[in-house]
């Protein structure tokens, strides 16, 4: 009966991973522009080793891959806000200095003017650089991710300047994976030097004053979770259960 137990054990051990994505999807439902990914599935490989040559234990297979499936657009009217539209991703910099891309677009102006997300992260100009807003000007997104401003202080009737262009990139054709930060980033058979990607063909373009809500469905992954702990209270009684035969066999065996 240490087999069944064993088993039983390994596989409870392993669908703890999948606990763990299930839970962090959902806290991150309300999140802008969240990405699922890490698609999992479990497999049954032989224990190697001695006294497990007839064992086969369950084993967790997982495949980060961020899924850039759209969630729904939220119309904000704040004219900083931005949704990619279709595979596009907008780039920004990590906190460590390094290239990054995320679909996160509800953006501001932060005390240094410089323009950055609401995870904090400083969004990239066509250049590379991070994009810096005059002090006290007003600017808006087009839908090609070209940023103008104007300062509202001037009399008359005063053309907006262009200040930049959102690093705006096209990932119909490659795969990315999630960094420690929670940014994606290329795979590495698509990565270049400096941490970017070859643009798809594609135009990547945002759809302004409005934001990109969690690709996340709550009600699946709320099923998915109760599942997971149904399965969780029968692997325990398996093991209840192999320890209760195991017991009455080992009674059996006592000299009368």
Do not use: W
């Not at 009737?157 to 994976?177: H, K």
């Not at 063909?201 to 004053?209: E, L, N, S, Y």
């Amino acid at each position: 009966m240490d087999r069944l137990a064993y088993t039983t054990l390994a596989s409870v051990t392993e669908r703890r991973l999948l606990r763990e994505q299930l839970n962090n999807e959902l806290a991150n439902v309300s999140t802008v522009g969240f990405k699922r990914s890490f698609d999992s599935a479990m497999t049954a490989v032989k224990a190697e080793g001695d006294g497990f040559d007839s064992r086969i234990q369950p084993f967790i297979v997982q495949k980060d891959a961020i899924s850039l499936e759209p969630g729904a657009l939220m119309a904000t009217g704040r004219n900083l806000d931005v949704a990619m539209n279709d595979k596009a991703v907008l780039g920004v910099q990590g906190k460590d200095g390094t290239m990054a891309f995320t679909r996160r677009g509800d953006l501001h102006v932060n005390s240094q003017g410089a323009l950055e997300n609401g995870a904090g992260n400083l969004v990239l100009g066509q250049g590379g650089n991070p994009i810096t807003i005059p002090p006290g000007f007003e600017a808006n997104i087009t839908k090609e991710g070209d940023i103008y401003a104007r300062d509202p202080a001037q009399a008359g009737v005063v053309p907006p300047v262009l200040v930049d262009r959102l690093m705006l990139r096209d990932a119909s054709r490659i795969t990315f994976e999630r960094r420690e930060d929670g940014l994606f980033r290329p795979q590495v058979e698509f990565k270049t030097a400096n941490g970017d990607f070859t643009n798809g063909p594609v135009p990547a373009t945002v759809t302004p004053q409005a934001v990109e809500s969690s690709n996340v469905n709550p009600i699946t992954a709320m099923v998915k979770l109760v599942d997971f702990s149904r399965a969780f209270e029968t692997s325990i009684r398996f093991i209840k259960e192999a320890k209760s035969l195991d017991e009455s066999g080992a009674s059996m065996l006592k000299a009368r």
